[in-house]
């Protein structure tokens, strides 16, 4: 079992930028992935960024390429999410997501794990 659980949301002026964490806790794995999705207020949930465990491999979502960096930091068994130039778009919960053994899912059904979300609001 792995436990997700994420942190770093608010509310920042559009322009800005924000470090969203995600610590996992429980069992890690060898191979597998860790991601990010977000839902924005009346919209499905949609893939951002993934990682592998491992913290090689990082892969988004062709409209998340450029502001987004996804990235793992082992020693302390955490997914961050780096976001930069904030859009009033981008305000949304961001959900943390881990699966045991594939990478490269972009859909909510390949992850196994899910944190409660983490809140981000961009004002314009």
């Known amino acids: 079992q792995v436990q997700l659980v994420e942190s770093g949301g608010g509310l920042v002026q559009a322009g800005g930028s924000l470090r969203l964490s995600c610590a996992a806790s429980?069992?890690?794995?060898?191979?597998?992935?860790m991601a990010w999705f977000r839902q924005a207020p009346g919209k499905e949930r949609e893939f951002v960024a993934g990682?592998?465990?491992?913290?090689?491999?990082?892969y988004y979502a062709d409209s998340m390429k450029g502001r987004f960096t996804i990235f793992r930091v082992n020693a302390v068994n955490a997914v961050y999410l780096q976001i930069n130039s904030l859009k009033p778009e981008d305000t949304a919960v961001y959900y943390c997501?881990?699966?045991?053994?594939?990478?490269?899912?972009?859909?909510?059904?390949?992850?196994?794990?899910w944190g409660q979300g983490t809140q981000v609001t961009v004002s314009s």
């Open positions: 997501a881990a699966d045991r053994d594939r990478w490269g899912a972009t859909a909510m059904s390949g992850y196994d794990y």
């Open positions: 429980g069992r890690t794995f060898s191979s597998g992935s």
């Open positions: 990682i592998r465990w491992s913290g090689t491999n990082a």
